[in-house]
């Protein structure tokens, strides 16, 4: 069993910064991408940033140059640096993880967090 357990969300006003971080525990053998996402009401979930074994990064074009996201592969964590916060980034954010549990597996399983509230007021 993989769990995620999120922290680091809550309410900031705009401009303003917020650090999420994601500790993934259980059977893992290896974790391949890890990333971020975000739902507000009423919207589809979406992607955030994304971060590769080999520490390549992906962004929404939201949110480039404002979120970096980074990873500790010795403590199977993510983080996720948000600047220069905007009302728009007012959302549930999860955690994500591709990761093999045990090291006969030859494909990743997805694995999400249950998620932390960020809002960002006006």
């Known amino acids: 069993q993989v769990r995620l357990v999120e922290s680091g969300g809550g309410l900031v006003q705009a401009g303003g910064s917020l650090t999420l971080s994601c500790a993934a525990s259980g059977s893992i053998f290896r974790i391949n991408s890890m990333g971020w996402y975000r739902q507000a009401p009423g919207n589809q979930r979406e992607m955030v940033a994304t971060i590769t074994s080999g520490a390549g990064t992906n962004y929404a074009d939201s949110v480039k140059g404002r979120f970096t996201i980074s990873r500790d592969n010795a403590k199977n964590g993510t983080y996720l640096q948000m600047n220069s916060l905007k009302p728009e980034d007012t959302a549930v954010y999860y955690c994500?993880?591709?990761?093999?549990?045990?090291?006969?597996?030859?494909?990743?399983?997805?694995?999400w967090g249950q998620g932390t509230q960020v809002t960002v007021s006006s």
């Open positions: 994500n993880i591709g990761a093999l549990p045990y090291v006969w597996n030859t494909v990743a399983y997805n694995y």
